[in-house]
């Protein structure tokens, strides 16, 4: 991940549509969701939500599938792991003790044996 990259995805989640759309994915994944029915759950027109899911594609946040004639959209969560560990890459100084509880804050729905 670079700089470059970073930017597109955070300026990407920074409209609110956008942002509820990514959040919703990524509460459905991994099954995704179909295009008709994200801007029904949302609330927004379909040709407004396209405009939306292109933005979160071309910054590599969501994954779109065909399947027959729809499209399923997932929420890439390597793109988001990226940019999360860009963000975080010299978290700290080294000092590992410091970003547990940001760790922790990540993690609220993984079992602490992971």
């Not at 970073?6 to 509820?20: C, E, K, S, V």
């Not at 008709?36 to 599938?65: K, W, Y």
Request: charged share 25%; with cysteine.
């Amino acid at each position: 991940m670079d700089k470059n990259r970073t930017i597109a995805a955070m300026a990407a989640l920074a409209q609110p549509t956008r942002l509820d759309t990514f959040k919703l994915l990524v509460s459905r994944e991994p099954s995704g969701v179909p295009a008709g029915e994200l801007a029904r759950l949302i609330d927004v027109p379909q040709n407004t939500m396209s405009a939306h899911l292109a933005v979160l594609s071309r910054a590599g946040l969501i994954i779109g599938e065909r399947h027959s004639r729809s499209i399923i959209y997932r929420a890439d969560l390597s793109g988001i792991r990226d940019v999360i560990s860009f963000l975080l890459k010299d978290c700290c100084g080294g000092r590992a003790e410091l970003c547990q509880p940001l760790i922790k804050d990540l993690t609220p729905c993984c079992p602490k044996d992971l």
